[in-house]
C-alpha cells in the first residue's frame, strides 16, 4: 500500500483546486494552499541543495508559504529535531509540519505548476504520487483569458494548455504507477466514481467526507478567494459543471482557439468541429497580438527565483 504525499498538478483552472479540497477533506490527507517553492528554490541559480539552513529561511519568508497560516516557529523546531541533510529532507518536514498541526497522517501539495516539473519533484519525494487532472482546453483557454494573470487571450492560453498537458502527460507516464490521470468533466459529473480511482491510486480507501469539501472550503483557501465573483466561489457548491465560458468568445478567436487545442483534444479523444483554412492563420495573429504581455513575468522570474511563483 501506498502512504507517501500525494501532488496534484494540472494546467491552471483545470479544476486543481476543487481535487485538492475533496483530498483535503478525506481523514487522512492534508494539502496547503499551494507552495511554489519547492521548485523555486531548486533553482541551480540559488545552490541551496545542500544548505538546508538557507532554504529554510527562505521558505518561510516566501509568499506562498504565509498564506498557509502555519507557526513558524514550530517549523523551525521541527527542522532542529531532525536536521535534515539537503534541500528535499528540509521541504519534506516543511509538509509534515502542516500535515501534523492539522491532525492528519499523511501531506500532499497541489500546485498546478509543478506538472511542468514532474521529475524534479518525484527526485525529490520518491515515494510521492501524482494526479493530473486535465480539462477540456477550450474551456480553460476561455476560463484563463477572463482573469487578470495568465495568458493574455484565450488563443495564447490554448497554446499554454497545449504545450504543458503535453509536457506533463510526457513526463507523467515516464513514471508508471506513480502517475494517474483524471478528467475534470468526468469529476464533476461522477465524483464518487472518480475519487475511488484517486483513492485506490494513492492506496486508501475512498471515504464520503470528500465530497462534503464544500462545507469548509472558505476556510481551506487564503482569503478572498471564494467571494462572489472570484475564481473559486464555485467552491462553495457541491460538484457540478461550471458556465461554458468558450461558447461566450466571438465566433472568430472560438475558431482559432479550437485550432490550438485541436492536436491534444485530439489524442485525449475529445470530439472538435472540423477544420477550416483560415483557422491556422487566425490562431498565429492572436498569439502573436498576446505575445508582448508575457515578457514582464518572465524577466521578473529571472531575476529572483527564490520567490518565483509558477
Not at 496547503?32 to 532554504?55: G, M, Y
Not at 502555519?70 to 519534506?92: K, Y
Not at 477550416?276 to 514582464?296: F, T
Amino acid at each position: 500500500m501506498a502512504d507517501g504525499p500525494v501532488f496534484v498538478v494540472g494546467a491552471g483552472r483545470s479544476g486543481t483546486t476543487l481535487l485538492r479540497l475533496m483530498l483535503d477533506a478525506h481523514p487522512s490527507f492534508a494539502l496547503p494552499p499551494e507552495s511554489h517553492f519547492v521548485v523555486a528554490l531548486a533553482s541551480p541559480r540559488l545552490r541551496l541543495e545542500n544548505r538546508p539552513d538557507v532554504a529554510l529561511e527562505r521558505v518561510l519568508e516566501h509568499p506562498r508559504f504565509v498564506r498557509w497560516d502555519l507557526d513558524a516557529d514550530r517549523v523551525r523546531a521541527a527542522v532542529a529535531e531532525r536536521r535534515p541533510a539537503a534541500l528535499p529532507d528540509l521541504l519534506r518536514i516543511v509538509f509534515e509540519t502542516y500535515a501534523d498541526a492539522h491532525g492528519k497522517p499523511r501531506w500532499g501539495d497541489k500546485t498546478p505548476g509543478y506538472v511542468a516539473h514532474l521529475p524534479l519533484v518525484a527526485k525529490y519525494f520518491p515515494d510521492a504520487r501524482f494526479v493530473h487532472i486535465i480539462r477540456d482546453g477550450r474551456a480553460v483557454a476561455a476560463s484563463v483569458a477572463s482573469k487578470p494573470s495568465g495568458p493574455p487571450n484565450a488563443v495564447s492560453a490554448a497554446y499554454w494548455w497545449r504545450a504543458l498537458v503535453r509536457h506533463g502527460r510526457r513526463d507523467g507516464r515516464a513514471l508508471g504507477r506513480r502517475y494517474l490521470e483524471v478528467r475534470y468533466e468526468e469529476l464533476v459529473s461522477d465524483p464518487t466514481a472518480v475519487l475511488t480511482r484517486v483513492c485506490q491510486h494513492l492506496g486508501t480507501d475512498y471515504d464520503p467526507a470528500m465530497l462534503e469539501y464544500w462545507r469548509t472550503a472558505a476556510s481551506r483557501l487564503p482569503p478572498g478567494l471564494t467571494t462572489s465573483g472570484q475564481k473559486h466561489a464555485r467552491t462553495l457548491l457541491p460538484p457540478a459543471p461550471g458556465p461554458d465560458r468558450f461558447m461566450a468568445l466571438g465566433a472568430t478567436e472560438r475558431r482559432a482557439v479550437e485550432h490550438a487545442c485541436r492536436p491534444l483534444l485530439e489524442d485525449l479523444g475529445v470530439p472538435t468541429s472540423e477544420a477550416m483554412a483560415l483557422d491556422g492563420l487566425r490562431a498565429w495573429l492572436w498569439w502573436c497580438a498576446g505575445a508582448p504581455p508575457r515578457a514582464p513575468k518572465v524577466l521578473k522570474d529571472l531575476v529572483r527565483p527564490a520567490r518565483r511563483s509558477i
